[in-house]
């Protein structure tokens, strides 16, 4: 059974630094399409960064330059490391994944298999 458990959150200034941590057992990150997810009030979950087993990322537009996705394969756990934090960051962090090939491609559609309770980030002026 894979169990995802994001940790992290919490309440910060603009332009200020968070770093979101998601614990995996149950799957190995380091195989697997791994994604963070965020959803804010009133507004439908978006990606937000993606790796996968090449240790390829991605990040949606709003966020590049700004957020660095990466993992610890030996602890099993993927990062989120935010900085330059905007008011529009504020959201629930959701952590995703799924198993992947090597050659296959990691999207947000796919990564979304198994998620996290989510930990909340909150933006302040």
């Known amino acids: 059974q894979v169990r995802l458990v994001e940790s992290g959150g919490g309440s910060v200034q603009a332009g200020g630094s968070l770093s979101l941590s998601c614990a995996a057992s149950?799957?190995?990150?380091?195989?697997?399409?791994m994604g963070w997810f965020r959803q804010a009030p009133g507004k439908e979950r978006e990606g937000v960064a993606l790796i996968d087993r090449r240790a390829i990322q991605s990040y949606t537009d709003s966020v590049k330059g700004r957020f660095t996705i990466s993992r610890d394969n030996a602890k099993n756990i993927v990062h989120l490391r935010m900085n330059s934090l905007k008011l529009e960051d504020t959201a629930m962090y959701f952590c995703a994944a799924r198993p992947i090939g090597w050659f296959s491609t990691c999207t947000y559609g796919y990564a979304g298999d198994s998620w996290g309770q989510g930990t909340q980030v909150t933006v302040s002026s």
């Open positions: 149950g799957i190995t990150v380091s195989a697997s399409c």
